[in-house]
């Protein structure tokens, strides 16, 4: 079963506006990571943010967990064309075989 | 930088083959990961390696063997291949297991359709 879930599954959004993503998942966590891939291509890391804390920043990209909700948000501020990709959340269970699970992703577009 | 390489980008096999995919790393991880990734499913994990000889079951390891004969190269097997087994297979690698903070750096993805 998918441990993440991405919301929206699909957003486009005019160069220089801010796109937000956003992970729900279901079980205790050790960190959470955000990975990108571009279109028929690998995935990319991101950006990580354990469970003890709040928010990280890295570059344009900022993201913040909220353990008691069980969620976390992806921001990537003044969005370039170059962004439009699917981006994935991935956790690493608390007490699981400490594996990561992935959500199913949000497909970013950025309208030049 | 890390690198992961796999054997082909694209590959075309008919229902009954037997198909080998080969992933490579070249920063002497110890763990090793074979995706399958479908539209609306994102990726699910098949089979995964801590050690060279090692391997546990993933999420849908049916219809798949792996092999991990040396520590860089971890292959996935599709013994008979299917139809439903078309898919974008994707390779990975992270230095530790335990400790929970490593990245996980993937390889391009082999796009497999089995006909």
């Known amino acids: 079963s998918q441990q993440g879930e991405e919301d929206p599954q699909a957003l486009s959004i005019q160069e220089g506006e801010n796109a937000t993503m956003n992970c729900s998942y279901k079980t205790s966590i050790n960190n959470l990571q955000w990975y990108r891939q571009n279109s028929g291509r690998g995935l990319v890391h991101l950006i990580l943010i354990r469970s003890n804390e709040r928010e990280k920043h890295s570059g344009r990209l900022r993201v913040t967990l909220d353990t008691s909700k069980k969620s976390s948000s992806l921001l990537i501020t003044a969005s370039r064309a170059a962004d439009t990709a699917s981006y994935f959340c991935?956790?690493?269970?608390?007490?699981?075989?400490?594996?990561?699970?992935f959500g199913t992703g949000t497909r970013l577009t950025i309208i030049p | 930088d890390v690198k992961v390489t796999q054997s082909s980008r694209y590959l075309v096999k008919r229902t009954g083959e037997k198909v080998f995919l080969e992933c490579v790393q070249d920063m002497d991880h110890e763990n090793m990961f074979w995706y399958r990734q479908d539209p609306g499913l994102g990726l699910r994990l098949i089979y995964f390696?801590?050690?060279?000889?090692?391997?546990e079951k993933g999420d849908i390891p049916e219809g798949y063997s792996v092999s991990r004969e040396k520590k860089e190269r971890f292959s996935l097997i599709l013994e008979s291949a299917s139809t439903n087994q078309t898919s974008m297979y994707l390779c990975a690698s992270r230095q530790t297991l335990a400790g929970a903070e490593e990245t996980q750096y993937f390889g391009p993805g082999t796009r497999l359709l089995v006909l």
């Open positions: 390696s801590y050690d060279v000889k090692m391997k």
């Open positions: 991935a956790t690493d269970a608390h007490f699981g075989n400490e594996k990561l699970t």
